[in-house]
């Protein structure tokens, strides 16, 4: 019996060992135990400036910002930026411009950029609208990038 037992041993081990072994040396299989949510981008709509007060007649929008550098108090500089818009865009103007301000540590304005689709002339006058005055609350190194769009005329709110 023992016999028996011995050689029924010895023929499992002959047909399952050869599995165990393969097993034995294959990467352990993972199970996903946790779903990773996608990455999704923050998307806010663009902020109509001309509803807020009293320019409901020009549809100047905000689009993205950003800052380069070391920037604080960066509001001051933005509105400034959006005082400029709203002064040089006229009724003729359709499209796109994007204003760079760069200011030093005592809140001077050292350049200032525009592009997109704004003539010549209202480049320069953005320039002069950003410039002009005391300087900014804001303090560098750094530039604050704007970006403002004419959108459609609301017919009769």
Request: charged share 15%; glycine share 12%; aromatic share 6%.
């Amino acid at each position: 019996m023992w016999l028996q037992l011995a050689a029924a041993c010895l023929a499992a081990a002959f047909l399952v060992g050869p599995s165990l072994l393969a097993l034995a040396q294959c990467p352990p299989i993972h199970a996903a135990t946790s779903w990773t949510p996608l990455r999704l981008l923050a998307v806010k709509p663009f902020s109509d400036l001309g509803a807020r007060g009293c320019f409901d007649d020009l549809p100047v929008h905000a689009g993205p910002t950003a800052v380069q550098g070391r920037l604080i108090g960066r509001w001051d500089l933005a509105s400034r930026l959006t005082g400029a818009v709203f002064a040089c865009a006229r009724d003729g103007w359709t499209g796109d411009v994007t204003i760079s301000a760069t200011v030093d540590a005592r809140g001077n304005i050292t350049d200032v950029l525009s592009r997109g689709n704004a003539s010549p002339i209202m480049r320069s006058c953005l320039a002069v609208h950003v410039l002009e005055g005391e300087p900014t609350d804001a303090r560098g190194p750094g530039t604050l990038t704007a970006g403002y769009f004419m959108g459609q005329r609301g017919g009769g709110r």
